[in-house]
């Protein structure tokens, strides 16, 4: 596991700029049948500013992320958390799922959905059995979702890389434990960002 923690100082700027649909992700959400209603910009990697200041060893340290099941980007709010993930995966030019998770996302199963979709959009065309066993009556995440999901990811050739923003507004014991379970049990492929304000929920 790695700790990448913001230190430099930068203007703050008022506004994040507003997160453009790629073609693909729109499409999967748009296609995407469930009982649940799904809010395709939470899915949109935000666009990273223009010209954002440079942050090398942030950025390098980065890199290791390929190499890596769980990386965490931690740091107090304003710091730049985001805008340094979605700019490091703008300049390497990689497609990544991304989830702007909010309060709402406490919910194991929404949670999931949100997850999976990213996967998706990830490439490789992951999701679909997860989603399917998401939406069977009485599904249970750990018993129907997990398994589907890593052997989806375990079936891919290249990387997975989802990056799950405002991790901190998770609280529910519940889906941490899903987490905990998916780090357990997923293959190489996978390569998951955490981007929150602390990282005392992630020990
Ligand atoms: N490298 C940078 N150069 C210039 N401005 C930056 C840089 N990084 C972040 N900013 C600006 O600082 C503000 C906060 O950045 P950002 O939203 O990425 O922070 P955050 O740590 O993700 O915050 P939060 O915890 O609220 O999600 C934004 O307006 C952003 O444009
Ligand atoms: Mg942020």
Redesign the pocket.
């Known amino acids: 596991m790695q700790l990448l923690s913001s230190s430099s100082d930068?203007a703050?700027?008022?506004?994040?700029p507003r997160a453009q649909p790629t073609a693909q992700a729109a499409a999967q959400v748009a296609e995407h049948d469930a009982a649940e209603v799904v809010i395709a910009t939470k899915l949109f990697v935000p666009n990273p500013?223009e010209a954002?200041?440079a942050?090398p060893r942030l950025q390098e340290q980065l890199h290791e992320v390929l190499d890596t099941l769980l990386t965490l980007v931690v740091?107090p709010?304003?710091?730049?958390?985001?805008?340094?993930i979605a700019h490091w995966l703008h300049q390497g030019n990689l497609t990544a799922g991304w989830v702007s998770l909010d309060r709402a996302d406490d919910d194991i199963m929404r949670f999931w959905r949100y997850l999976v979709l990213a996967a998706g959009h990830a490439g490789g065309g992951v999701g679909a059995a997860a989603l399917h066993r998401l939406d069977g009556a009485g599904a249970d995440v750990e018993r129907d979702v997990l398994p589907a999901f890593v052997n989806e990811l375990a079936a891919v050739p290249g990387d997975v890389v989802v990056v799950l923003d405002?991790y901190h507004l998770v609280t529910n014991p519940v889906v941490h434990a899903s987490i905990v379970a998916l780090l357990e049990h997923a293959p190489p492929q996978l390569h998951l960002v955490l981007?929150t304000?602390s990282d005392r929920r992630c020990r």
């Open positions: 930068f703050l700027q008022p506004t994040v500013r954002p200041i942050r740091a709010a304003g710091w730049g958390k985001s805008t340094l405002d981007g304000r």
